[in-house]
């Protein structure tokens, strides 16, 4: 089982920046890929960014292309989003998510609220 533990949402106005960070936890941990979704009020959950883990990929979603960056630190089984620009459509409820060979976890998700 792996558990994820996300950290660092809050309120931050339009044009500003937040940095959230996920750990992963659990008995022989052996990760492909770990990523953040969003999920607005009354949408559904989107992929945001994706961190494959072996080749060192990354992906992102076009609506956050050139203002989020994700990056993970390996030692610590973290990766974190940075948001830059943000926008008031990147309201949301992050969620961090990884997969191994087992399956896919997710974790309890933090708010991001974009608004002046």
């Known amino acids: 089982q792996v558990h994820l533990v996300e950290s660092g949402g809050g309120l931050v106005q339009p044009g500003g920046s937040l940095r959230l960070s996920c750990e992963a936890s659990?008995?022989?941990?052996?990760?492909?890929?770990m990523g953040w979704h969003r999920q607005a009020p009354g949408k559904q959950r989107e992929a945001v960014a994706v961190?494959?883990?072996?080749?060192?990929?990354?992906s992102y979603a076009d609506s956050v292309k050139g203002r989020f960056a994700i990056s993970r630190d390996n030692a610590k089984n973290t990766v974190f989003l940075e948001m830059n620009s943000l926008k008031a459509e990147d309201t949301a409820v992050y969620y961090c998510?990884?997969?191994?060979?087992?399956?896919?976890?997710w974790g309890q998700g933090t708010q991001v609220t974009v608004s002046s």
């Open positions: 961190y494959i883990i072996g080749a060192g990929l990354t």
């Open positions: 659990g008995r022989d941990l052996s990760l492909n890929a």
């Open positions: 998510s990884a997969t191994d060979s087992r399956g896919a976890y």
